[in-house]
């Protein structure tokens, strides 16, 4: 069963507009859950994660994320792009299970234009 | 900072070679990982490892092997490259549970199989 689910494969905004990139995901037992980004040609860097307490997440680069279990969703927000944000963006969930394997979703393309 | 390093950024075997890909770690994770990554699929969990010696499938094993002799090297074998494979490959290590939190990633290495 797809345990993460990133609504839209590709989201194109204006420079200074707002950054909505959308994760859904499944978990029988509380998760842990991440954003990550990728650049062209390289790794994978971590933006934010949630594991316990605070609900709304900060990470880098001025990114935030809110976890809501009632809608099992943990959305990436951003109030204004920059066009270094173009790049691919995954969020993963660890199910506190199976040795602490991370779960992706199938990435989402962030293009900015100027 | 959490270091993990590939051999390789770029690759190009032939059909039928056997390919080593190689992955180190500094930071004394017990667990490590190794991902395909293509476009429009995601990251998808070949093999991992949470202990010298010991690994388990992940989602996509047939056609690749590993090898963890060392706590800090993960080794991932692909026996007789076919053009299939063709691929940008990701490494990973974490911590084992319950202290593990999010994934390293190393810069990935894409390979090409003709």
């Known amino acids: 069963a797809q345990s993460v689910t990133q609504l839209g494969s590709h989201v194109s905004v204006s420079e200074g507009a707002l950054v909505l990139l959308r994760c859904n995901y499944s978990?029988?037992?509380?998760?842990?859950l991440f954003w990550y980004v990728q650049y062209p040609n390289q790794g994978l860097q971590l933006l934010l994660k949630?594991?316990?307490?605070?609900?709304l997440v900060k990470g880098i680069n001025g990114f935030e994320a809110e976890f809501k279990k009632s809608e099992t969703s943990f959305h990436l927000t951003k109030p204004s792009a920059h066009m270094s944000d173009a790049a691919e963006y995954f969020c993963a969930v660890n199910r506190g299970s199976t040795l602490g394997r991370l779960y992706f979703g199938r990435g989402t393309q962030l293009t900015v234009w100027p | 900072d959490v270091k993990v390093t590939q051999s390789s950024r770029y690759l190009v075997k032939r059909t039928g070679e056997k390919v080593f890909l190689e992955c180190v770690q500094d930071?004394?994770?017990?667990?490590m990982f190794w991902y395909r990554q293509d476009p429009g699929l995601g990251l998808r969990l070949i093999y991992f490892?949470?202990?010298?010696?010991?690994?388990e499938k992940g989602d996509i094993p047939e056609g690749y092997s590993v090898s963890r002799e060392k706590k800090e090297r993960f080794s991932l074998i692909l026996e007789s490259a076919s053009t299939n494979q063709t691929s940008m490959y990701l490494c990973?290590?974490?911590?084992?549970?319950?202290?593990?939190?999010?994934?390293?990633f190393g810069q990935g290495t894409r390979l090409t199989v003709v």
């Open positions: 978990s029988s037992v509380p998760p842990y």
């Open positions: 949630y594991t316990t307490g605070a609900t």
């Open positions: 930071m004394d994770h017990e667990n």
């Open positions: 490892s949470y202990d010298v010696k010991m690994k």
């Open positions: 990973a290590s974490s911590l084992a549970p319950p202290l593990n939190t999010e994934a390293f």
